[in-house]
């Protein structure tokens, strides 16, 4: 049987980027450095030494880089704004100059018919509130609500489409947990911390957009939500999903749609933090203003099982035995959903897709948005200089066929973002790892849309899978 997946009118055909991975320019039109400026050039920390001091130079190609989204077709583009170039020590004023950059993005988009989704935080704080603590003070919220406000009244008569935080989970459980992201601090207390006053922020965020913006403006947030699955049904592998189902899931989801932390998420972290004294009056009610849209990021299904029940297995625990990004659930043991797995040694599983979002749909009854999908692989480029990915296109053809199976399952899908429109820096591993779907050659910063990316127009042309 052949299934035609179809898509609905008005569906938003995007690529996604953030601002510290492509940018480069860091220390252009005023702006000073973020915790990935100062992680990326602390040794051991990025692979290969790398740094995004140049990226790939959007900053200075962006009109060719709009003009390369305008020939795929894409309807739409989600990018990050630098809190640092906008406003570059965290406090006071907005930089004009900063803000100039984006309103030339911004325009060059609407002039090709691209519809701008900006994305206010993909984790660049600026370092010096990183010194006065970080996102584990309470401060931070206050700090990024300010920020909001700014980039909201320069922008806001441009950009309709906003999110506040893009992957809260990375920022405080890799950032402040396991380390391996900026700031680097490991300290599951601070890690616990932090995700609070991201929630905090996030709902602070939330208002001062309201605040700025006119009425139909649409607010949302990006979470990377972990499509867990217990390894087997003993009792023990069902806790051990639990236990990440709260810290991975719920501790964001729980405040931000239900106004409440789960009893369960509590209980399981008590020892590390006084959540009572962590969570002040007024914050629930603050944290789940509502907004517009939820945006999932996904990548591939989480697979758990207690310590005890891996003990003969292969484990894939993701933070080589480093300090943990999990608090409470320290003794987790992860697994690979299967064996076929891209260049990052991630399973590649469309179900955990087409779930989340009809879980998602469920629980919060909110338009979806798909903000992040995506692959790394090792793109082969040939002699005439024509970059061929066809594992790339199917991985995107396999996860847009399970986003078109969750929209006939009921889930309110408004559009899809694929990671990345260009290769970029990508994070810890450097550009090691390219998952664009336009290549670029790092001695050169020379543009080649690859063989997905010529897929990627013509499904967006058609409208359809086929
Ligand atoms: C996301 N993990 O990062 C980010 O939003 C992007 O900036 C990034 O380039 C993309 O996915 C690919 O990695 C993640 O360890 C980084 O679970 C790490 C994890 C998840 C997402």
């Given at each position: 049987m052949t299934v035609s997946h179809t898509f609905p009118a008005g569906f938003a055909w995007g690529a996604a980027t953030a601002a510290y991975q492509i940018e480069g320019a860091v220390t252009e039109g005023g702006r000073t450095p973020s915790i990935w400026d100062t992680f990326s050039h602390t040794p051991g920390k990025v692979a290969g030494g790398d740094?995004?001091?140049?990226?790939?130079d959007h900053y200075h190609r962006f009109r060719e880089d709009v003009r390369l989204m305008a020939e795929l077709g894409l309807t739409a583009y989600r990018f990050s704004l630098s809190w640092p170039r906008i406003q570059p020590t965290g406090r006071g004023p907005a930089v004009e100059r900063g803000l100039d950059f984006y309103r030339a993005l911004v325009d060059e988009l609407l002039e090709h018919g691209i519809t701008p989704l900006a994305t206010?935080?993909?984790?660049?704080?600026p370092q010096e509130l990183e010194s006065a603590g970080g996102w584990p003070v309470r401060d931070t919220a206050y700090r990024f609500a300010d920020y909001a406000a700014l980039a909201a009244e320069a922008l806001g008569d441009r950009v309709s489409s906003w999110t506040t935080l893009n992957e809260p989970w990375c920022s405080a459980f890799l950032g402040y947990?396991?380390?391996?992201?900026?700031?680097g601090r490991t300290d599951p207390a601070d890690a616990l911390k932090a995700a609070h006053h991201l929630n905090l922020g996030h709902g602070l965020a939330v208002g001062a957009l309201r605040a700025a913006l006119p009425r139909t403006a649409q607010l949302a947030v990006s979470l990377n939500l972990h499509a867990v699955r217990p390894h087997s049904s003993h009792p023990d592998d069902l806790e051990a999903a639990r236990r990440i189902d709260a810290v991975g899931n719920r501790i964001f989801t729980g405040p931000m749609f239900h106004g409440r932390y789960d009893e369960d998420l509590l209980a399981d972290t008590a020892h590390l933090v006084k959540w009572d004294e962590l969570v002040h009056d007024g914050d629930l009610a603050e944290i789940s203003r509502p907004i517009d849209l939820l945006g999932l990021n996904y990548y591939n299904p989480t697979v758990v099982s207690s310590a005890e029940n891996a003990k003969d297995l292969p484990r894939h625990d993701g933070h080589g035995g480093g300090p943990s990004p999990w608090p409470g659930a320290e003794d987790v043991a992860f697994h690979l959903?299967?064996?076929?797995?891209?260049?990052?040694?991630w399973p590649i599983d469309p179900t955990g897709l087409s779930d989340s979002l009809l879980a998602m749909h469920r629980e919060f009854g909110l338009p979806l948005l798909v903000t992040e999908n995506g692959a790394a692989f090792e793109d082969t480029v040939s002699p005439d200089g024509s970059v061929h990915d066809p594992e790339r296109t199917a991985y995107v053809r396999d996860h847009l066929a399970a986003v078109s199976e969750a929209i006939a399952g009921g889930a309110d899908v408004r559009g899809y973002f694929l990671w990345s429109l260009l290769d970029n820096f990508e994070w810890a591993y450097g550009y090691e790892k390219r998952f664009g779907i336009i290549h670029v050659?790092?001695?050169?910063l020379a543009r080649t849309p690859k063989t997905s990316a010529r897929w990627y127009a013509d499904v967006i042309r058609r409208g359809t899978l086929g």
């Open positions: 740094t995004g001091d140049t990226a790939v206010l935080y993909h984790w660049d704080l947990g396991s380390g391996v992201h900026a700031p959903a299967n064996d076929n797995v891209t260049a990052m040694g050659d790092y001695d050169t």
